[in-house]
C-alpha cells in the first residue's frame, strides 16, 4: 500500500460539529433506544418568518452535512457546492437549506464513533463502536424529523437528494407526507438490489478482515482499520462511475514507463482508486461505514408497505420530480420507473426526467447542466405554488 | 468471517499434476527466462494418427486443466464437464481436447507456487513467490505452443475459451495462424477495459493489504493470505453475475430471522458470496492470482501491433466464431462487435452470435443450449471441412 497509508491509519482528528441534542433519545426499528440522540446539521441561506423557505437535503453514504461550505476535516469544497448557494440551482438567496448528518455516520450525529451511554442515557466512557445498534433508511428520517421539530418547521418546501439520500427523500415523502411539500429522489430507488447488496458485502468483508479493525473495538488501540476501509471506498467507487468515465478519464493509459512489472500502480486508474481509498480514511469512521451501508441495504420500502410500493404513497399530496442518469449501473433508470409506475399508481403527481450522462452513478454530484436546470425548476415551481 | 475462513487459510495441499518440462526454458515478454519451463496438462479423448483433431482449450482466470474430469482439489466434476465429453458439444468421441494450465498458474505450470530457479535453472529451494516475473497472455500462449510440439501437433482443429481463455484464442490466432484453422473467442475483448482493470487492483488491493501475504513471502510461515484473496475473489465473482442472475437467485431473501442485525451474513446473497470467497483459497495461490490478473490488465492486443486491431489477423486465414452473451457486463457485447469488425477490416472469415441469456459473464460456462449448439456446430463444421 502507498506510504500514505500508514500515515493516515489514525483515528480521525476531532471536530466539534453544531448540533441540536435530544434526552429523551431515539427509539429504532430495532428496538433499540439511542439517548440522548444528537443531530449534527448546518444550514444554508435564511429562513423566512413563516418558515415555508425550508429545503431538506439528505446526503448519500459518505456525504455529510457540509454541503456547500469548506469541509472541516479535507479542506476541500462542499460535496454539492455546485448545486446550493446564491443563485445556484437550490439558491440560499431565496431557500434556507438544511442538511443533517445521518443517525449512524460519523460527523457528529449519534453513531459508532460517539459516547456510548446506558438506557438512562448516562456516558459509558467508551465510543458506541460495534454496539451502536442497527439503523434503518427510516431511523434516520425520524431523527431528521426531531431537528425539524427544533427548528419549528412545520413543512419542507422540499425534500431532496441523491443515492441514499433519495432513499431518505423516499422515506420521508412515506412516513411523514404531509411534512413534505415537493419530493426529489434523484439517482436511487425503492429498494436495494441484490447486486447492491453484494457490493457492500465485499466492503464490509474488507474491513472485518483487517486485522486492525479488531471486532470493531480498534478505538481501543488507537488505530484504525485504514487498509479495509480502502478497500472498501475502492469498490464502491467503481461503481459510482460508468466504464465510459472511467475509459475517458483513464482508459488503459500506464503511469511512468510501460515495463511489464508487479509494481503497483501500473495503469493509472489504478492510482485513482488508490487515492480514493486513503483519503477516504481521513474523512471517515469504519464502524459508520459498516453501519450505514447496512442501513441501506434493508431499504425496501414497498416492504414496509405490505409489499405494494403504491401504498407507500397512497393520497399523497406531495408533488414529486424522479431523475435518474442514463449510465447510472448502481440505479439503473429501469429502477426509478418501477418508482414512477407506482407513484402514478398512487394517483401522485410525479414527474420523471432520465438525464442523458455517461458519467455513471456520480453523475448527481457533478456538473450536468440539464439535470440542474431540471431540478432548479422543479424548485421554482414548487415555490410559486406556495407563493414562497 | 466464518470459521471455516480460519481453518482453510492453509497452504494449498500437495498434488501431482501430469506435467511436460522443457529445461531449456521460456523467454518470456519482459525479458525474463523461467527455466525449467512446466507446463501441465490434461488430454481428453484420443488423438488420430495424423494428430488433426486436436483442440485446445484455454482456461479463464481461476479456471485450470481439469476441464472435464474430477478436480483433484475439490472433488468436484471439471470446469466445462457439460460442455466437454462423449457426445457432448465439443465431443471426444471425435476430438483430441488438451488444456494447459497458464504459465503462472498454481496448478503444475511454471508460476508463484513452484520451486525457484536460478538462470542456470538451478533449484533454489523456495517457491518463486512475487519473484515469480511478470507474465503476459502471449507469454502463456508460448508456453502451450511449446506443449503442442512436444505432443507432435503441427496445427490445431481449433482453439477456443471463454473469458481470459478467449484472450488466449486471440493471441494464438494473431501469433501463430498457420497452427490455428478454427479459433472460437468466446465472452471476450481484444483489450481489458479501465474498469475491468479497476476491480482487478481492489482484489489485488485485498490481498497486498491482508498482514498474512507478508510481502509475498507466506509459504515461508506456513500461512495463507486467506481473507485477502477471499475478499478479491467476491468482488470478482460479483461481475461474473448479471443483477438479473443475482437477483433471480437471492433477491432480497433474508436468511434465517430477518431481525435487524450487524450479524454477517444477513442476506442470502452474501452467505454466498462468502461461501464463494471461502471455498477458492482452497484451492487458488494468492500469488498467482497476483500474477494473472495482472496479465489479464497487461493484455492489448491492438497495441501489440501498432495499435490497429486488424494488424493482428492481416492475411489471417482461421475461420473465426465469436461468442458474446447479452447480460455479460464484464465483456459486453459491444467489445465483442469491435473484434469482429476487426476481423472483418482484416477480410477473416468470421462469425459472430450474441447469446440472449440473462446469466450474465458467467453463461459461457453454464447451460445455455443455443450456445453449446451454435458452439458445437461451428466445431463440426471446422472438422467436415479438414475432413476428419
Sequence with gaps: MPETMSQAAQPLPHVTHQRAVFADGLMLDCGAVVAPLAVAWRGYGRLNADATNAILVCHALTGDQYVAETHPLT??????????????????????????????????????????????????????????????????????????????????????????????????????????????????????????????EVGRAAIHGDPEWRGGRYWEHGTVPAKGLSVARMVAHITYLSEQALSRKFGRRLRGAAALTFLEDVFEVESYLRHQGSTFIRRFDANSYLTITRAMDFFDLAAEHGGVLAEAFRGTTTRFFVASFSSDWLFPTAESRLLVRALNAAAANVSFVEIASDKGHDAFLLDEPDFHNALGGFLRGAAERLGV
Aim: aromatic fraction near 8%; charge should be neutral.
Design 75 to 200: 479542506g476541500k469544497p462542499g460535496w454539492w457546492d455546485n448545486v446550493v448557494g446564491p443563485g445556484k440551482p437550490i439558491d440560499t438567496d431565496r431557500f434556507y437549506v438544511v442538511c443533517v448528518n445521518v443517525l449512524g455516520g460519523c460527523m457528529g450525529s449519534s453513531g459508532p464513533p460517539e459516547p456510548m451511554t446506558d438506557a438512562e442515557g448516562r456516558t459509558l466512557g467508551r465510543p458506541w463502536g460495534t454496539d451502536f445498534p442497527s439503523v434503518t433508511i427510516r431511523d434516520m428520517v425520524r431523527a431528521q424529523h426531531r431537528l425539524m421539530e427544533h427548528l419549528r418547521i412545520a413543512r419542507w418546501l422540499a425534500v431532496l437528494g441523491g443515492s441514499m439520500g433519495g432513499m431518505q427523500v423516499l422515506e420521508w415523502a412515506a412516513t411523514y407526507p404531509e411534512a413534505v411539500f415537493a419530493a426529489a429522489p434523484i439517482a436511487c430507488a425503492s429498494h436495494h438490489s441484490a447486486q447492491n447488496i453484494a457490493f457492500h
